[in-house]
T-cell receptor, first 120, second 107 residues
Framework: QEHMVESGGGVVQPGRSLRLSCEGS????????LNWVRQVPGKGLQWVAV????????NYEDSVKGRFTISRDNSKKTLYLQMNSLRAEDTAVYYC????WGVGGWCDMWGQGTMVTVSS | DIQMTQSPSSLSASVGDRVTITCRAS??????LAWYQQKPGKIPKLLIA???TLQSGVPSRFSGSGSGTEFTLTISSLQPEDVATYYC?????????FGGGTKVELK
């Protein structure tokens, strides 16, 4: 059965760092593009970042550029999001989502999400 | 960056009604558009990719159309289980922006 499971969320103070992980199983992880998408509870979806199937290309939403880094380890079937200099406005549920296009595209499977709360 | 605008932001309709949601791109995106359904308390679910390609297992009452800058998601006969928020997403190039969402409720 195909699955994506996020971990690493929690409560963190403004200015601090946090690393999210997303482990995939049941599918050929290394052939999919992978995304991070976030959602403030009760609000809409916001795309955050995408990484190509081989990690060679990464793109970010403007508000996280220079602060967040997306990466992947295909040998571990794991996607990461390193979040530095966190701000209150980064508080959200963070979903990982896979794209059948290895270079990014629509998202055909989503994890259950992990909550990140940035608060002093 | 290309902006994605959905309308209406919410709607109320009766069971059996035909419902249409519009998504407009500020620049042409060919047919690189997906539609998602998110039920309350649930994760998003892909309904349609490439503007009009219905995903496996999605009821045929859902359909998508459009190309360029204007797209529509139609529910031909609204069912109680269709109560949800619907989002469009462009994927022609990064940023892979979502529309603001359309909340569909039962009248």
């Amino acid at each position: 059965q195909e699955h994506m499971v996020e971990s690493g969320g929690g409560v963190v103070q403004p200015g601090r760092s946090l690393r999210l992980s997303c482990e995939g199983s049941g599918f050929n992880f290394s052939t999919y593009g992978l995304n991070w998408v976030r959602q403030v509870p009760g609000k809409g979806l916001q795309w955050v970042a995408v990484i190509w199937y081989d990690g060679s290309q990464k793109n970010y939403e403007d508000s996280v550029k220079g602060r967040f880094t997306i990466s992947r380890d295909n040998s571990k079937k794991t996607l990461y999001l390193q979040m530095n200099s966190l701000r209150a406005e980064d508080t959200a549920v963070y979903y990982c989502a896979r794209s059948p296009w290895g270079v990014g595209g629509w998202c055909d499977m989503w994890g259950q999400g992990t909550m990140v709360t940035v608060s002093s | 960056d290309i902006q994605m605008t959905q309308s209406p932001s919410s709607l109320s309709a009766s069971v059996g009604d035909r419902v249409t949601i519009t998504c407009r791109a500020s620049q042409g995106i060919n047919n690189y558009l997906a539609w998602y359904q998110q039920k309350p308390g649930k994760i998003p679910k892909l309904l349609i990719a490439a503007a009009s390609t219905l995903q496996s297992g999605v009821p045929s009452r859902f359909s998508g159309s459009g190309s360029g800058t204007e797209f529509t998601l139609t529910i031909s006969s609204l069912q109680p289980e269709d109560v949800a928020t619907y989002y469009c997403q462009k994927y022609n190039s990064a940023p892979l922006t979502f529309g603001g969402g359309t909340k569909v409720e039962l009248k």
